[in-house]
């Protein structure tokens, strides 16, 4: 069965640090996908996302993720991350061919908590 | 503003009530999705609808049915639900259920569920 993994539950990083956040996928064929986030008490919103072209994708805020196929990778980064970014993470992925039902599979999430 | 609206945003049912969620989407698209979002587990797939058609039900239990009159409106109808029921349910919305473009998935805010 596909699987979308997280690798860290909870990250806490002080303001201006960098982040990473893993995300790998089991699906070998070709994918799309995405990074979700969801601010406190709000609803999932999507970030960035990747569908072809340049692995390297930039979304809003500052995110951007690199798509790397031979690890099945699509991390997360930041270079330096404001309190505004706490929020948890999701990294989805839809495997790409005819017929999908747009089944996005999800990732269990990553909390992030910046310090201020 | 999302443009995928849910109510009521939090409801507190016994085991045996019956209940309604509702879903709307102003984005004139022909895909809605019912999730489940619950602590510590990865969000589920439980219902895709294209085009007023469910197209997947992906193992659910019968006491939840799914109901899509057109397009723009989605209801998940609950009865005789278990406290293991309580979750985050949320729906999404997509211009189509092929892969691509036409997956990226719009949500709604959640509607939070107890079941006592």
């Known amino acids: 069965a596909q699987s979308v993994s997280q690798h860290n539950h909870h990250v806490i990083l002080s303001e201006a640090a960098s982040l990473e956040l893993g995300c790998n996928y089991s699906y070998g064929g070709t994918v799309n996908l995405f990074w979700y986030v969801q601010y406190p008490g709000q609803h999932l919103q999507l970030l960035l996302k990747y569908f072809s072209g340049d692995p390297l994708v930039k979304g809003i805020k500052g995110f951007e993720a690199e798509f790397i196929k031979s690890k099945f990778s699509f991390n997360l980064r930041k270079p330096s991350v404001q309190w505004s970014d706490t929020a948890e993470y999701f990294c989805a992925v839809t495997p790409n061919y005819g017929g999908s039902q747009g089944n996005l599979i999800f990732g269990k999430g990553t909390k992030l908590s910046v310090k201020p | 503003e999302t443009g995928v609206t849910q109510t009521p945003r939090h409801l507190v049912m016994g085991m045996t009530n019956k209940k309604s969620l509702k879903c709307e989407q102003h984005?004139?698209?022909?895909?809605m999705y019912w999730y489940k979002q619950s602590a510590k587990k990865p969000l589920e797939l439980m219902f895709v609808?294209?085009?007023?058609?469910?197209?997947e039900n992906n193992s659910v239990p019968s006491r939840f049915s799914p109901e899509c009159p057109n397009s723009s409106h989605l209801f998940l109808h609950l009865h005789t639900l278990q406290p293991e029921d309580s979750a985050l349910y949320l729906c999404?919305?997509?211009?189509?259920?092929?892969?691509?473009?036409?997956?990226?998935?719009?949500f709604g805010p959640g509607t939070r569920l107890t079941v006592l």
């Open positions: 999404a919305s997509s211009q189509g259920v092929t892969s691509g473009a036409y997956n990226e998935q719009f």
């Open positions: 984005l004139g698209h022909n895909a």
């Open positions: 609808y294209s085009l007023e058609e469910r197209v």
